[in-house]
């Protein structure tokens, strides 16, 4: 079946720790984005790309790095300079055609702790 | 300024009545792609509905359906016969159809159910 996948489900940090979020899909979707939900408030936009080797940040890209070497997979690294990094990470993708965009399809997210 | 706001952060509903979500958004170009994301608690996000905005017939998919007013740059969600798995977080968001893969997200209107 096609589809996102996200990995960890739960992860905890220590304060200094650079941790790595996992993203893969298997949708052939050239698109893909990174965003941040915390508790009560809505999705906030860290990262996206739009094909392999490029990406772009988004509104709170400070203190996260991504990586985009591949098609299916789009890694984020939240770093010891964010600041607040406990939250719910979700990572999703779209086709991302030039003319033609569809929904964007989700993972099932990764809960962020610092410890 | 690209926007979309919910001004109803919180609504109930008795099951099997029926309930509007109200969405505005703000935007100068003239196509986009409007969409309704559901997040149950489980987290994981599912498109509902969506609209093109150069069709000027509302979306409709089984008990979910639109009101979308272009010129009041309004997009509501009516949900009927409301059922208890209808209880979520409720996202509105639209992206352009051109010069951006990036999608506008509004905060999230919680529905909750009540049997």
């Known amino acids: 079946d096609g589809g996102i996948t996200q990995s960890p489900k739960y992860l905890f940090r220590k304060e200094g720790q650079n941790v790595t979020l996992s993203c893969e899909q298997n949708?052939?979707?050239?698109?893909m984005y990174w965003y941040r939900q915390d508790p009560g408030q809505g999705l906030r936009l860290i990262y996206y790309s739009q094909i392999v080797n490029d990406f772009q940040k988004g509104d709170i890209a400070e203190g996260y790095s991504v990586s985009r070497e591949k098609k299916e997979s789009f890694p984020l690294t939240v770093t010891s300079a964010q600041k607040n990094p406990t939250a719910f990470y979700l990572c999703?993708?779209?086709?991302?055609?030039?003319?033609?965009?569809?929904?964007?399809?989700f993972g099932p997210g990764t809960r962020l702790t610092v410890l | 300024a690209q926007t979309v706001t919910q001004s109803q952060p919180e609504m109930s509903v008795q099951e099997a009545e029926t309930v509007t979500l109200s969405c505005t958004y703000d935007?100068?170009?003239?196509?986009?792609?409007l969409f309704w994301y559901k997040q149950p608690p489980s987290r994981q996000m599912i498109l509902v509905i969506r609209q093109e905005a150069y069709k000027q017939q509302n979306a409709t998919e089984n008990r979910f359906s639109v009101n979308f007013q272009k010129a009041a740059k309004s997009f509501s969600l009516k949900i009927s016969d409301s059922q208890l798995g209808d209880a979520a977080m409720y996202f509105c968001a639209y992206i352009l159809t051109s010069g951006t893969y990036k999608y506008i997200f509004g905060t999230g209107t919680r529905l909750k159910v009540l049997a």
């Open positions: 949708l052939n979707h050239d698109a």
């Open positions: 999703a993708s779209s086709i991302g055609s030039s003319g033609y965009y569809n929904e964007q399809f």
């Open positions: 935007t100068s170009e003239s196509d986009y792609y």
